[in-house]
Nanobody
Framework: QLQASGGGLVQAGGSPRLSCAAS???????MAWFRQAPGKGREFVAA????????RYADSVKDRFTISRDNAKRTVYLQMNNLKPDDTAAYYC???????????????????WGQGTLVTVSS
């Protein structure tokens, strides 16, 4: 019950925002975004803790992407700025287990996954 949206075809330099709507069960302390480019493995993008005070970003997106959450709406966002063709990928929302409070960057650390939303960046 993680539903990602907001993907599509974007020109380089564009600034789309992805959203991930969660259920009560899957909206946990640690929420994250991962991405998977064609022919590549799934890689960490960004993560956030419950109150937003804990953030982590991949070096490749730092200073361009911003993760945030609205706990009242059970929604996580990924604001992407200055997109590059290398950002083309399927973007997945993920959540760690309910009792976990530590951010991890490995996919195996996350138990709930959304279906992904495709972002294609044209040059």
């Amino acid at each position: 019950q993680l539903q990602a949206s907001g993907g599509g075809l974007v020109q380089a330099g564009g600034s789309p925002r992805l959203s991930c709507a969660a259920s009560e069960r899957t909206f946990t302390n640690i929420m994250a975004w991962f991405r998977q480019a064609p022919g590549k493995g799934r890689e960490f993008v960004a993560a956030i803790n419950w109150n937003g005070g804990g953030l982590r970003y991949a070096d490749s997106v730092k200073d361009r992407f911003t993760i945030s959450r609205d706990n009242a709406k059970r929604t996580v966002y990924l604001q992407m700025n200055n997109l590059k063709p290398d950002d083309t990928a399927a973007y997945y929302c993920a959540a760690r287990g309910n009792m976990v409070t530590v951010i991890h960057t490995t996919p195996a650390s996350y138990v709930y996954w959304g279906q992904g939303t495709l972002v294609t960046v044209s040059s």
